[in-house]
């Protein structure tokens, strides 16, 4: 597994994929989404390992470095964003409009 700076292509991609997200909000609950995103990236990385194995054993062989390293990529990239998120709450997150109710 390789890891390298992200480029200008890289958040293009982000971005696209969390517009799609926003898009099912309109038709599903954020919970729905977020779970489904979720499940979609992981089958997408492991789409990516098949691809570049030789055989299920060669899949396989790989496993718990490729479970090791997603899940540390993931939190990584989680605790960014939540610092991220913390420090800008008042400017990503709207407030509760009146007629909204709890969520």
């Known amino acids: ?20 997200a926003n898009g099912q909000c309109d038709v599903a609950p954020r919970t729905k989404v977020a779970a489904a995103t979720l499940f979609a990236a992981a089958r997408f990385n492991v789409f990516v390992l098949a691809a570049g194995a030789k055989s299920a054993a060669g899949l396989a ?27 800008n709450f008042d400017r990503y997150v709207p ?9």
């Open 1 to 20: 597994m390789t890891t390298s700076q992200p480029d200008q292509q890289f958040w293009d991609i982000a971005d696209a994929v969390i517009h799609a």
């Open 61 to 87: 062989a790989r496993h718990d470095e490729a479970v090791t390293y997603l899940t540390d990529q993931f939190a990584r990239m989680l605790r960014d964003n939540l610092r991220e998120y913390e420090a």
């Open 95 to 103: 407030p509760p409009s009146a007629s909204a109710g709890p969520t």
